[in-house]
């Protein structure tokens, strides 16, 4: 039985959203769906705004996207009591969150730093842990890992000095096209596909604006796959989605814009053998790289019918375009039950790791161990 269903209140939930991050749009528009969709019968959601500054705010529900200029109350941090985290800066009454949904898109919030917040403050929240996060986040650590596993990925290079690098040699290694992309960032965003040297010396460039660590990728022919995965320690695979792209390439204007000539093929038409296979690929990914509560695993499939992961994402978006909601309700879960779920496996991870000691001396070391 779920942990939620125990509670005889309902659990006050903090929807927690914007961030210091180039994604901070697309965090206000899935923080608004969620809100709209969340089961008030069994919660009470709050909205948690943080501006582009890191001020923590409390918007209305009607300025959900205007937490730049139009908050309720501002708030502090405090680390001062157990399950204390969030209080008011002011008179106003605010009672810290039972469970944070953190839809914080981008670093400094799925790259672990809130995570880890979190954990000190013994709040439980959904998504990947702190390891899960950090490394989902860094695309460079995640196919070190995934390679090191034995699942395939795009040849890559590494880039840590944007003065320090040899144009023509990345050029000979991976021919092109080629994609840059920040090693720590989403939704398409500083993203570049290059055909030339000069293109390439461009996109370098533009990729160390948002990060001091870029990729530079072969291009893969094929058709590009994502599969939504759920669950902590028994994940179970929605069924696999095709990315029809008439753009040049899955840019952030595709993703998040209407009308941009991307239409999501779900289910993927593909051989029912290849579909399980995907599912297969993106529950490996996803215990490889220690992640926990969800994540959608993008893919490439070749004409050969290679599968070559692409990355992972722990925090996907959850606006009315994103994939990963449009995944499971192919699958049978409902937006609204989808969000309910992530949040049972929050409270059911968080009941399990209060079981775990922090204090040697809370058995007899020594004596239960002796050989």
Known sequence: MSSIS??????????????????????????????EAIDRDKFEPVLVGIDKQGGWSLPSSAAVGAIESSPVSQLRLSLGGHNKLIAAAD????????VI??????????DGAVQGLLELASIPYVGAGILGSAVGMDKDVMKRLLHEAGIPIAKYVVLKDPDAFDPDMIITTLGTPLFVKPANMGSSIGVSKVTNREELMQAVALGFRYDRKVLVEEAIDGDEVECAIIGNQHPEASVPGRIIVKADFYTYDAKYEEGEGTAIEIPARLPAALNLRIQEVALKTFKVLECEGMARVDMFVTKQGEILVNEINTLP?????SVYPQLWEASGLSYTDLITKLLELAIDRAVERKKLLTDRNAVGVGEDHKT
């Open 91 to 98: 008179k106003v009454s605010f009672q810290t969150p039972d």
């Open 6 to 35: 125990e509670n005889e209140h309902k659990l006050r939930v903090g929807i927690l959203f914007g961030g210091k991050s180039a994604e901070h749009e697309v965090s206000i528009q899935s923080a608004g769906n969620i809100f």
């Open 317 to 321: 978006g959850f606006t009315k375009m």
């Open 101 to 110: 949904f953190p839809i914080l898109h981008g670093p400094l919030g799925e």
